[in-house]
């Protein structure tokens, strides 16, 4: 008999997260306005908040329900699984500090970036944590270091799963210029990222790998263009990610 290699996935589990994203986004809700929300019955709805509460997943305010406080500790608890994770923080806000620009570290997950860590410098142009965010891999400087720091076939994956929406008008929609690029960025060292992103911002993106030539991420500072020359944002710029990135994995390496 053939095997079947596709893993078996459970209904209701689906259903549970579906609502644990909506009280992501909508909440805090009531029971009728995310089922409304969600096109369901609100005994199922229920049922799935009363199983999250009763796990502590989820909290309850009144007729109002809402994610809890659960998920920090576990988000906490995911961004130290790995050593390295350890020393990143440090590295994130020297770069910030060195550069005075919003300064973040990258991971790639499921083929998009999530933010692991932000730190911003006196100059950056917003100070909010965008910490667990997850954005496209091809519009932003470290999410196309990381893309140049995979094989073609995981790139390729990643380009049939998510495809190449834009984010602004100067974004890379087309597969063969993508790829141009990241051969490029193979080449240099390090990516940038001309207002790809967000209006107005340019970006410097450069992967650390480890010992196991693992790709652990990618540091990246942000600015708005109107403060970066082409040396400063071409040739000064990069050298500075370069260093802290070089610093990283040389610590990491260490026994």
Same mark, same amino acid.
């Given at each position: 008999?053939? &095997?079947?290699? %596709? ?19 909508? =909440?805090?809700?009531?029971?009728? !306005? ?7 019955? +609100? +005994? ?17 305010? =009144? #007729? ?12 906490? @608890?995911?961004? /130290?699984?790995?050593?390295? @994770?350890?020393?990143?923080?440090? /590295?994130?806000?020297?770069?910030? #500090? ?11 997950? @499921?083929?998009?970036?999530? /933010?692991?860590?932000?730190?911003? =410098? ?5 100070? /909010? ?12 400087? +470290? ?22 929406? $834009?984010?602004?008008? %100067? +974004? ?20 940038? &990222?001309?207002? !790809? %992103? ?25 600015? $708005?263009?109107?403060?970066? #020359? ?7 710029? $990069? &050298? ?6 070089? !610093? ?8």
């Amino acid at each position: 008999m053939a &095997n079947n290699t %596709q893993a078996r996935t459970l209904q209701t589990t689906k259903t549970t997260l579906r609502v644990v994203r909506a009280l992501e986004e909508h =909440g805090p809700v009531r029971v009728t !306005e995310l089922a409304d929300r969600l096109d369901m019955a +609100s +005994s199922t709805i229920h049922s799935h908040l009363a199983t999250l509460a009763e796990e502590e997943f989820v909290a309850k305010d =009144g #007729d109002f329900y809402r994610l809890s406080l659960e998920f920090l500790r576990l988000g906490t @608890h995911v961004r /130290y699984l790995r050593d390295e @994770h350890q020393v990143i923080e440090s /590295y994130t806000k020297q770069l910030a #500090d060195e550069t005075d620009c919003r300064a973040v570290f990258l991971v790639e997950e @499921h083929g998009r970036g999530v /933010y692991l860590y932000t730190h911003s =410098g006196k100059h950056a142009v917003w100070n /909010y944590s965008t910490v667990g965010k997850q954005v496209p891999l091809h519009v932003s400087a +470290s999410g196309k270091s990381i893309l140049a720091s995979l094989p073609r076939q995981r790139v390729n994956e990643i380009i049939e799963r998510h495809g190449l929406a $834009p984010e602004t008008d %100067q +974004s890379i929609t087309d597969r063969d210029e993508l790829l141009e690029e990241l051969d490029e960025i193979q080449e240099r060292g390090f990516a940038l &990222n001309h207002e !790809e %992103q967000l209006d107005g911002i340019k970006a410097v993106g450069v992967s650390v790998t480890g010992p196991d030539d693992r790709v652990i991420g990618s540091f990246s500072v942000a600015s $708005p263009a109107k403060r970066m #020359d082409d040396e400063w944002f071409g040739t000064e710029l $990069p &050298n500075k990610v370069l260093g802290i990135a070089n !610093e990283f994995e040389l610590e990491i390496s260490m026994p």
